[in-house]
């Protein structure tokens, strides 16, 4: 198992690599300068004395191979750069944010978790039921709603009409700001959970060892608890590290509806300003997380399903 | 081949949102970019505007009639690069094998590493906002489980008697790949594509919302939610009109993609009773 | 005589098709006496599995039992409340399945899964019950049966996998054992263990055994009495031996001359093995008769 775990880890490794190689390719692309963007606010041209200083201050004058060994170089010392905008290093403007983007995601996922799971079980276990059909229109509902429109409805609602909760802002960060953004960042991942997790169960349920299981004298209940759990949670898991990925996605945008001081927000903001070191530092990160997170699924995926560990 | 009711009602809502698009020069009652008018702002769903006006006195209606246009022109641009990009790829890695499908493998592995929101703005930061970038950026963002569907389709087509015998006639690969291997997979990555026409409407919303996608005045569905975010208290109808489109689009494609598959999927089929 | 332990009364079960009923069994009778090793046998879509699951209560859904009784020690089991069913089954009729690889869960260990037995049935606790469940595998001969409790399903064989569910079969010492095509999916040399086993556990502990299979050869080997099935009814039953011997019904010779003999060369020459020539037969117009003349060929014509 330890050898197993090593090995997912630095499985890692070399995806980072490509992916920041990726990156830095993109950005380098680019069709004109950055300097210049950052002075085009579209109401004046830039001095082009303005825009060759800063070019060189940042470093962008020197060949491409070259930039990309600093780069890389850097990357190996976990320097991500310094931010065009306010000249901080971008790692520390991620480190700032990285809490709150954290809580938003786990809250959204476990919101997902709590209510999907159980709601695709009993549905599956009740098929052609009214809950059911039920549960299966709202996750098809569900997976084609935008988020940000539900957040905004969600808003309007619980916020502006009923004054239940904040509309926006991380407050002092207690739990009635984290509501409105969770909840709308877990309605998609809840719909989707829901929906593996009865298909999931259903495949379970038409198993052989199942059949076996009834042909034991057992009740439906323990069936469902002894054998039914286990083997669906396989399926359950790997859905959970999957969504993740586009969690992370939606989340810049929910983020932003909410103004919830997240690395989310820190990206389309830096994306606006072309920040570039900063929103190239915060792709990496968001890719680096998603990641560890398929990572630590991975291995819970082992812990569950002995079969794994013999590959 | 049994389409269940979700197909048609995919079918219906998908055949809706194209002759919105389609008829909007002629069915819109108003111009969506120019008949703004600041003293019919704000305006409450009625007889003339029927889903009510914007901030700048535009009628919604027309707006989200106009802005069909741009979700489908999104949908179906984006998953035509996105199958090609998919199909190619995993097709070539699938039958030569070798350094090229590890390369594919790779490259695949990667690009589902990045969460495609993620991928698609930073495309869109690089360049900048637009029709044009979208497309790209939205083209070039989801293709890696179609390339996957079709590479392990390709390699499941290889072993078949019919490949076999094209192979024994000295066909060339190409001509194998496109005459005998493209049309067998033609339902599965159909199906991807359809799900993705989802996904891209989605995404464009997202991004026109966040204000890198398409930019006012051109009424995109997204970027018709962002003024709405400061009148949702003065006129919340702005927020939900362009929304609602968006959801029963979205609706609609997943419908049949969803009804595609079922219908398509040999393991449904047969579990009878 | 003694009462029989099991009598499969005039057994018909299908499936409902809007007002139509679409029969699989009509009108099944048969009896098994304490101890006695019965066999079924017949082609695939006869009913004999469904026979044996009607027998358990685990028909499913679209499958019902409209006539006739299973009467176990006396008792029906089909008007039987479903939780007096569950104390029944796995503790007096116990069930094993043809396929080893599925038949397990394959996320628990074979210990903790035999364990479970003891647990339904006898109140035992988990510890008190994996020590049994490694007791119970050593009778089944499994070698090391404390290391292999602690297996897998993947980790094992097939032959191995059956016995493991014969050992949770027998676990609590049933009346009846049920077992459906228990070594089809196995090895030939690994078959005839495992019928070794069957045979001589359940004669040494007086189990009565329904045994199912399409293979008469096998049937033969375990079994005292054979029921013949065909297209949902029972159509010849006797001794096993008088059943090779003169056989009476025209499908029974069929299935006799299937079965490849040693010697057959030497009397007239080679003799041809003869297939039945069979497409199951469209069951909805067999209803009213029972016979099948048309279909069944002559055992030695070539």
Known sequence: MLRF????????????????????????????SFAASLFADGKRAADPQMIARLTAELGL??????????????????????????????????????????????????????????????????????????????????????????????????????????????????????????????????????????????????????????????????????????????????????????????????????????????????????????????????????????????????????????? | MRLGFNFWLGAFLTVLVILAGVLAPWIAPFDPVLDADLMNSEMPPDATFWFGTDGQGRDVYTRILYGAQISLTVGIVSQVINSIIGVTLGMTAGYWGGWWD?????????????????????????????????????????????????????????????????QTLGYGDLRIMFTQILPNMMGPILVMATLGMGTAVLSEAALSFLGLGIQPPFPSWGSMLTDARQLIQLAPWVALFPGLAIFLSVLGFNLLGDGLRDSLDPHMRTRKI | M???????????????????????????????????????????????????????????????????????????LLALPKREMRRLRGNRIAMIFQEPMTALNPLATVGRQIAEMFVLHQGKSWGEAEKLAVDALANVRVPNPDRRAKNYPHQMSGGLRQRVMIAMALACNPDLLIADEPTTALDVTVQAEVLRLIKELCAARGTAVLFISHDLGVIASVCQRVGVMYSGCLVEENETKALFTDPRHEYTRGLLGALPRLGSRSEHGRQRLVDIDSIIADRSKLTETRFIAPRATEGSQP
Request: aromatic fraction near 8%; charge should be positive; include cysteine.
């Open chain 1, 61 to 311: 004058d020197k060949p491409l191979m070259e930039r990309f060994v600093t780069y890389v170089t850097d990357l190996a010392h976990f320097d991500l750069g310094t931010s065009f905008r306010t000249r901080q290093p971008v790692i520390d403007l991620i480190a700032d944010r990285m809490g709150a983007s954290l809580q938003l995601a786990v809250a959204a996922m476990v919101f997902a978790i709590v209510i999907g799971v159980p709601l695709g079980f009993l549905a599956a276990l009740r098929p052609g039921s009214v809950l059911d059909t039920v549960t299966m229109v709202g996750a098809v509902s569900g997976l084609s709603l935008p988020q940000f429109w539900l957040g905004l409805l969600l808003m309007y609602l619980f916020a502006l009409q009923l004054n239940w909760l904040p509309s926006f802002g991380y407050g002092d960060g207690s739990f009635r700001n984290l509501i409105l953004p969770a909840v709308t960042l877990g309605v998609t991942p809840l719909a989707l959970l829901a929906r593996t997790t009865r298909a999931g169960v259903l495949d379970v349920l038409n198993a052989d060892f199942i059949r076996t299981a009834h042909s034991k004298g057992m009740s439906e209940a323990k069936v469902v608890r002894w054998h039914v759990a286990r083997n669906a949670l396989v399926l359950i898991v790997t859905t959970i590290g999957l969504q993740f990925g586009s969690l992370i996605g939606q989340a810049v945008v929910i983020e932003k509806l909410f103004a919830w001081p997240g690395i989310g927000s820190l990206l389309v903001d830096s994306v606006a300003i072309r920040d570039i070191p900063v929103v190239q530092g915060t792709i990496l990160v968001i890719v680096l997380w998603f990641l560890v997170i398929n990572t630590a699924v991975d291995l819970i995926y082992a812990a569950i399903d002995p079969r794994i560990k013999q590959g």
């Open chain 2, 102 to 166: 590890d390369l594919v493998n790779g490259l695949t592995n990667v690009m589902l590493a990045i969460p495609s929101l993620i991928f698609a703005l930073a495309v869109m930061a690089v360049l900048g906002p637009g029709l044009p970038s979208l497309l790209i950026a939205l083209g070039l963002t989801n293709w890696s489980w179609t390339c996957r569907i079709a590479r392990s389709s390709t390699l499941s087509l290889k072993s078949q008697g019919y490949v076999q015998a094209a």
């Open chain 3, 2 to 76: 003694t009462a029989p332990l099991l009598h499969v009364k005039d057994l018909t079960l299908g499936v409902p098709l809007g007002r139509d009923f679409h029969p699989i069994l009509k009108g099944v009778s048969f009896q098994i006496m304490p101890g006695e090793a019965y066999g079924l046998v017949g082609e695939s879509g006869s009913g004999k599995s469904v026979t044996s699951l009607a027998t358990m209560g685990l028909l499913k859904k679209p499958l019902k039992v409209t006539g006739g009784e299973i009467l176990f020690k006396g008792q029906n």
């Open chain 1, 5 to 32: 775990t090593l090995r997912r880890i630095f499985q890692i490794i070399p995806t980072v690599i490509v992916v920041a190689l990726l990156i830095f390719v993109i950005f380098s692309v680019v069709p004109g």
